[in-house]
């Protein structure tokens, strides 16, 4: 078992903005641990055998093969948040790999904290080589006190080999000042599985993210789930992608968002290139006060034989819904809450009890906190 995390200078209530983000500085359920606070590494450990994490530096100058993946699924002339993340010469973030046939049950927790008002950069790279099966955990949190100015920019690729699995749960928990630049990709081989998780229901001034998978193998799979509300003052322009390039490659982009006065662009897109390969793409999205939800779903197929599908829903509550459940003794704001609780109750097939679980949480907390 892992010792737990030490945060020198970290405040109660900045730790527990941490837990809320998922992170278990305790690491009661947790097999490795990747904290990074501001530019600063400060615990990069792993107890399951055949996965390491490492600090993104040490991990470079321990693999000479690693140059082999950077900025390979992600280019650095992408835009601007990328070409600056590139061009530092002192790389921050973390690597993960799982080596051939390694397997962790415990999730491996990742969390970027920022905690001073300046910008917060992170190269990360993520690798289950064959037969390999990695979770992860990743809490990304501002602390209570970082006004204008802060900013994180992220650039994370994944690389799913032959029969390999990386379920991935981003939770963030930034603040109303904050803006968030995260780029991410993945590349699946034959029969490989990415999950990808996204979870925010806390202010945030803006997030852009915009994640792609792109699918080279046969009977390869991605699924791209995200529970997202938009409070006053918040813009939140989301998405995801998947590229379908080998018979038997199938997607599945799921979106769930509520604005109570803030700005939300659901963005999806579904791409098939060849015969033999399936997609959908979802987004429902409720208004609960003023605000703003655009969905842009797109479906894309080149060739025959290619199956793609999406739905787009914006609506508010139903008011015969609400007066059923109150009929049955719930006043309106249990009703409510219960809709909504309902709304946003999504199951993810094949994720793990303990990232499902992480999922549930967060989404209590801002229950408790009246959404």
């Not at 390979?72 to 002339?77: E, G, N, Y």
């Not at 006190?145 to 963030?172: L, N, P, Q, R, W």
């Not at 509520?258 to 579904?270: D, E, F, L, W």
């Not at 007066?323 to 809450?337: P, V």
């Amino acid at each position: 078992m892992q010792e737990p995390v030490k945060t020198p200078g970290l405040s109660s209530t900045d730790k527990e903005r941490l837990s809320q983000a998922g992170i278990d500085l305790e690491m009661k359920n947790r097999c490795g641990s990747y904290l990074q606070m501001d530019q600063d590494m400060v615990h990069a450990a792993c107890d399951e055998s055949g996965i390491e994490v490492l600090p993104y530096k040490k991990a470079i100058e321990k693999y000479s093969w690693l140059q082999d993946y950077a900025w390979k699924a992600v280019s650095p002339d992408k835009d601007d948040i990328t070409k600056y993340v590139a061009a530092q010469e002192d790389p921050r973030g973390y690597v993960i790999i799982a080596h051939k046939g390694s397997k962790n049950v415990l999730p491996i927790q990742t969390c970027l904290f920022l905690g001073r008002d300046k910008i917060q950069h992170a190269h990360n790279i993520i690798i289950a080589e064959e037969g390999a099966e990695l979770h992860i955990i990743s809490g990304c949190a501002s602390g209570s006190h970082v006004g204008k100015g802060g900013a994180h920019y992220g650039i994370s690729e994944f690389y799913i080999k032959k029969d390999a699995k990386i379920s991935f749960t981003m939770i963030h928990y930034w603040g109303e000042d904050i803006e968030v630049q995260p780029r991410s990709a993945s590349i699946v081989e034959e029969n490989g599985v990415f999950l990808s998780n996204y979870v925010c229901m806390q202010p945030v001034k803006k997030i852009q993210m915009y994640p792609t998978a792109t699918l080279t193998g046969a009977n390869s799979l991605a699924r791209f789930s995200s529970i997202v509300i938009s409070l006053p003052g918040s813009h939140m322009d989301l998405g995801s992608r998947a590229i379908l390039e080998a018979p038997g490659a199938s997607a599945e982009l799921i979106t769930r968002a509520i604005t109570k006065g803030g700005t939300i662009i659901s963005r999806g897109h579904i791409r098939g290139n060849v015969a033999g390969t399936r997609g959908h793409l979802e987004c429902k999205g409720l208004i609960l006060k003023d605000g703003i939800i655009y969905a842009i779903p797109e479906i894309e197929g080149s060739v025959v034989g290619t199956e793609l599908s999406h739905e787009a829903a914006v609506g508010k509550l139903a008011k015969d819904e609400i007066e059923y459940l109150m009929a049955r003794g719930l006043d309106e704001d249990e009703a409510t809450a219960t809709i909504i609780r309902g709304f946003l109750d999504v199951k993810i097939s094949g994720l793990p009890e303990a990232l499902q679980r992480q999922i549930d949480a967060s989404i209590d907390v801002a229950e408790k906190s009246g959404f």
